[in-house]
């Protein structure tokens, strides 16, 4: 409901007018560690699994990405000393493998142009965030990012993980 309120407001904005399916409302974003088994049969040596900060995760207002040394392996308890995958793995340890996944929504051009009838319809001008006041909504604004190939939108309320590209 809330992308909804102001998609077509949103679509105007960027001068976007086919092809909406290949936008997404993005409603999550998880980033996961799996461990693959060790082919050793023997208990690795001791050692401390360091992980990067979540605020790593983010590279920007509207980006996710991994950083580059996301998790890591070291023999040493404060992690001053990292060891590579393929010493980790002659240690003992298991493969650390990472994983970025996305959930969203998105609709065909059909539902953007029946919305925005219904929403002219209705006395609110489509191309606006007229209907998104009205509802209460959180207002999108559109990223000032530099440098991005995809319009991105985020809004500036609490809801601020949720993007658009």
Do not use: M
Request: net charge negative; proline share 7%; aromatic share 12%.
């Amino acid at each position: 409901e809330l992308w909804l309120s102001q998609a077509n407001h949103i679509f105007s904005s960027l001068q976007i007018r086919s092809n909406h399916n290949q936008y997404v409302i993005v409603r999550q974003v998880t980033f996961t560690l799996a461990f693959s088994p060790t082919t050793r049969s023997s208990c690795p040596s001791q050692g401390w699994l360091f992980l990067c900060p979540d605020t790593q995760l983010r590279s920007g207002p509207c980006s996710f990405q991994w950083p580059d040394c996301a998790a890591y392996w070291s023999h040493d308890p404060f992690g001053a000393v990292r060891l590579s995958p393929q010493e980790a793995e002659e240690a003992g340890f298991p493969l650390i493998t990472l994983k970025l996944s996305v959930w969203g929504d998105s609709w065909d051009s059909i539902a953007y142009a029946e919305l925005w009838q219904f929403h002219q319809a209705k006395g609110f001008a489509p191309d606006s965030q007229e209907i998104a006041r009205h509802l209460g909504h959180p207002l999108y604004q559109l990223c000032d990012e530099v440098a991005i190939e995809t319009p991105f939108v985020h809004s500036k309320s609490s809801l601020s993980n949720l993007n658009v590209h």
